[in-house]
Structure formats: structure tokens, C-alpha cells
Nanobody
């Protein structure tokens, strides 16, 4: 079972930056697609960004040009650099990863990001 641990959330002012990290704990598995989702209070969880094992990326329109996803396959980590943060980016951010060569997905516990105006 893939275990994911996020870090790096916190409080930022509008226009500021935060960097989220996600790493495996316990047994390390080879990972396929990895990504970040977020869920704001009263809203459904939504995709923020995804990156394939080969490094191809895809972003939600609302973060394009502001957020950058990256990964280190050797370390089985994925990061999300968030710049020019907006109050509407406030949410719990979840790391997501699939075991390589499968479509089974796993979630981290989530990390809170709060952006003040």
C-alpha cells in the first residue's frame, strides 16, 4: 500500500508563494501518475495539476501560469510550487499517486493552504 505524506502547507498572503511536497513513507513503490488535488469547504475535490512518470504535465485552468508541478522519480516525491496565490486558492491540498503500471490511486492526508487577502 502506497503511503503519502504531504508537507509545506500554511498561511500566505495574496500574491505570495508556498511550496508543497509529497513523499512516500514506509515501503517505497514505483509510481506512475502523480498529482495534486484540492478541496475547499463546501466544494468537491478538484484536480490542480498532474504529472506523468515521464514528466508530462497538465494543469487546471485556474492555476496555469501560477503553479508548477515537478517530481523526482528517484526519490518518489512530487512538489507543487504555488506562486501569486489568491484567496480562492484556500483549500486542503491532497497529494495523489498511482502505483506504476496500475490505475490504483492513493491519497495523502492533506495539507491546509490558507491565503489571506
Amino acid at each position: 500500500q502506497v503511503q503519502l505524506v504531504e508537507s509545506g502547507g500554511g498561511l500566505a498572503q495574496a500574491g505570495g508563494s508556498l511550496r508543497l511536497s509529497c513523499a512516500q513513507s514506509g515501503t517505497i513503490f514505483a509510481l506512475g501518475n502523480m498529482g495534486w488535488y484540492r478541496q475547499a469547504p463546501g466544494k468537491q475535490r478538484e484536480l490542480v495539476a498532474v504529472i506523468t512518470n515521464g514528466g508530462s504535465t497538465n494543469y487546471a485552468d485556474f492555476v496555469k501560469g501560477r503553479f508548477t508541478i515537478s517530481r523526482d522519480n528517484a526519490k518518489s516525491t512530487v512538489e507543487l510550487q504555488m506562486n501569486n496565490l489568491k484567496p480562492e486558492d484556500t483549500a486542503v491540498y491532497y497529494c495523489y499517486a498511482e502505483r506504476r503500471f496500475t490505475t490504483r490511486g492513493y491519497w495523502g492526508q492533506g495539507t491546509q493552504v490558507t491565503v489571506s487577502s
